[in-house]
């Protein structure tokens, strides 16, 4: 039972270049969520899902696109890559949204 | 809308010390409350949560009490250990809806031998 993974660990990007950054879980939890931290920020919700199919937006979405097209897996994607999209991101899941959230151990990306 | 503010850190202290980390809320209604906890390099984990007024939620020695008077959910333990240091985060869940976790900013705690 692997919990909450992300993929990949760390990533350089330049200004302009798009990625996708890969949660998956093995819980069955029809929750997900991607959030990013930085620096004297805390945690803000970029986006979450809700359900296979569904997604929302959270706090912070601009610059970001996200789509949950198998329950266990949770795709964050960045179209055009600025410096301001440097920061750590983690990805969670949980059984409902009043529940406890499972992180996974978080992506690193620093957009030069 | 909701918001958590939590006193800002680095909270130090030596071994054996007692930790007091305030954690106070703005929300309508009666949110549920928790505190979760970041270790270096890993992703967070919930230590402790509380789900309506005076409850208390316990875990790894740590405790906090649901305060609707105060609208307060402060972290404490009495005798912190040196693998007690981390990011401590405290979070709410509104009462509406599809209502998702607010966090707070985070509180670094370090505690030295």
């Known amino acids: 039972n692997a919990g909450v993974t992300q993929t990949p660990k760390f990533r350089v990007l330049k200004t302009g270049q798009s990625m996708t950054l890969l949660c998956a879980q093995d819980?069955?939890?029809?929750?997900m969520y991607w959030y990013r931290q930085d620096p004297g920020m805390g945690l803000r919700l970029i986006h979450y899902?809700?359900?296979?199919?569904?997604?929302a937006k959270g706090e912070v979405p601009d610059g970001y696109n996200v789509s949950r097209l198998k329950k266990q897996n949770f795709l964050l994607g960045l179209e055009s890559a600025a410096p301001s999209q440097t920061s750590v991101y983690f990805c969670?899941?949980?059984?409902?949204?009043?529940?406890?959230?499972?992180f996974g151990p978080g992506t690193r990306l620093t957009v030069t | 809308g909701n918001s958590v503010t939590q006193m800002e850190g680095p909270v130090t202290l030596s071994e054996e010390a007692f930790l007091t980390i305030n954690c106070t809320y703005t929300?309508?209604?009666?949110?549920?409350l928790f505190w979760y906890v970041q270790y270096p390099g890993e992703g967070l984990q919930l230590l402790l949560k509380?789900?309506?007024?005076?409850d208390k939620g316990s875990n790894k020695g740590f405790e906090a009490t649901y305060r609707k008077e105060t609208t307060s959910f402060h972290l404490e333990k009495g005798s912190v250990q040196v693998s007690d240091s981390a990011v401590y985060f405290c979070?709410?869940?509104?009462?509406?809806?599809?209502?998702?976790?607010?966090f707070g900013k985070g509180t670094m705690l370090l505690v030295s031998p």
């Open positions: 979070a709410l869940k509104g009462t509406r809806g599809y209502s998702t976790l607010t």
């Open positions: 899902s809700v359900g296979e199919g569904t997604t």
């Open positions: 929300a309508t209604g009666y949110p549920s």
């Open positions: 969670a899941s949980s059984t409902g949204t009043g529940d406890e959230q499972y």
């Open positions: 509380a789900t309506k007024a005076d």
């Open positions: 819980m069955n939890h029809e929750y």
